[in-house]
């Protein structure tokens, strides 16, 4: 069984999974110099396009901050120099993006690069920066609505659309509110979340991907999606968003509200009788042609991830923690790169967007992130079950700032 607690030979999978890493992302860091030559203006890698050659994005693209976060969890993996230099000239490269209110992606972007460095270094300029990203993200909140308005395009289709991947833009607000006492940011990711928790889910627990709201009453007008089959189908990625986002609100509220829907949330994966034998699901749950649809490694790995917490506060912890074990070893056992290839990407065979026949059985930079994320959840997991300060980015402010606000106390 894939695990990381001994220095036995059960630890060779998870070793084997941190060597590939070490290994793709020198190799990645390496391609990417050279698509900067020609373009200076790109901060990050994505993934492989039709061709199999790298695609990388400039700073205002959501995936931007994955990979320096990879590079960030490799540094706390390892402690090596190298990987903190490199971490800081990627993270630099996007800092730009705090003052950018055009998008709803702050937290993927600034929080997954600048939010892991401040944790591992302390470094005054990065909480500066959240900071700011904080109070850019802000300035897209309806108080009518109660969200945080998620696009600007397709204003033909959406009057305000919300989508159910910006619950993981909430963890940026709960950190302000801790470095800065200041409460409006923790009022608005609950806010958030329990609006999304209203609208966003059938009565089974299963998720839409877009709600469209009316910005001037707030009532939903539609409820749609945008990389699932069907409005009413169940995009893979959507469902694993929900479980990591509902675990996270558990962690900083408190509130068992959102414990609870997490947990619903699992249940609904794991029932589900399209949920493949090795846990790394299709890209939608309802796509007609299951089994002959392509997997998505990136939703595998954000329930993973999720899962790992969620086992730190659920009763349920044993059986949660079984299940993301074995995502790992299935993981690391058949959709991991051959070294020295696919550019430097650590898995394969995710899936962006099937509706637009857009990356499709590729690596993404986001799939790699939550992997590495899960392989250090795993190894830092408490002994007595419990949940540990590990999985706290930054240390609390003082508690009365959360009686104030109303921060449960179970």
Known sequence: MWHSGNKSAEC?????????????????????????????????????????????????????????????????????????????????????????????????KIFCSVGNGYRLTANAHYRDVIIQSAKTLATRFNPKVGCIRSWDHNSHR????????????????????????????YHIAVSHANTTMK??????????????????????????????FSDESTWARGEAWALYGYTMCYRETGDPKYLQQAEKVAHWLFGHPRMPKDLIPYW??????????????????????????????SNQGKDYLSKAQTIMSNLIDHYMSPPNKNKGFILLHSTGSKPS????????????????????????????????????????????????????HP
């Open 12 to 108: 060779k999978p998870i070793e084997k999974a941190w060597d590939l890493a070490d290994r793709q992302s020198q190799l990645l860091y390496k391609e990417l110099q050279l698509l900067k030559k020609a373009d200076s203006t790109l901060a990050s890698p994505r993934t492989l396009s039709e061709n199999n050659e790298l695609v990388a994005v400039k700073r205002g693209d959501w995936t931007s901050g994955f990979y320096p976060g990879v590079l960030w969890y490799l540094y706390e993996k390892s402690g090596k120099h190298k990987w903190k230099e490199l971490a800081g000239e990627l993270t630099r490269g996007i800092e730009g993006e705090q003052y950018n209110g055009k998008t709803h992606d702050m937290g993927f």
């Open 158 to 185: 959406w009057d305000f659309p919300v989508i159910i991947d910006n619950m993981l833009n909430l963890e940026l607000l709960f950190e302000a509110t801790k470095l800065t006492g200041d409460s409006s940011y």
């Open 199 to 228: 609208n966003h889910f059938r009565s089974d627990y299963s998720t839409y991907h877009v709600i469209d709201y009316n910005p001037t009453t707030g009532e939903v007008q539609h409820k749609n999606t945008h990389q699932g």
């Open 284 to 313: 939608d749950f309802d796509a007609p042609h299951i089994p002959n649809e392509p997997r998505d490694v990136s939703a595998a790995t954000v329930i993973a991830s999720g899962l790992l917490e969620l086992s730190t506060f």
């Open 357 to 408: 026949n857009t990356e499709v059985d590729k690596p993404l930079s986001y799939a790699d992130y939550y992997f590495l994320e899960a392989l250090l959840r795993e190894e830092n997991l408490p002994q007595d079950g419990h949940s540990r300060v590990w999985f706290e980015k930054t240390p609390r402010v003082n508690s009365s700032i959360f009686r104030m606000i109303g921060k449960y």
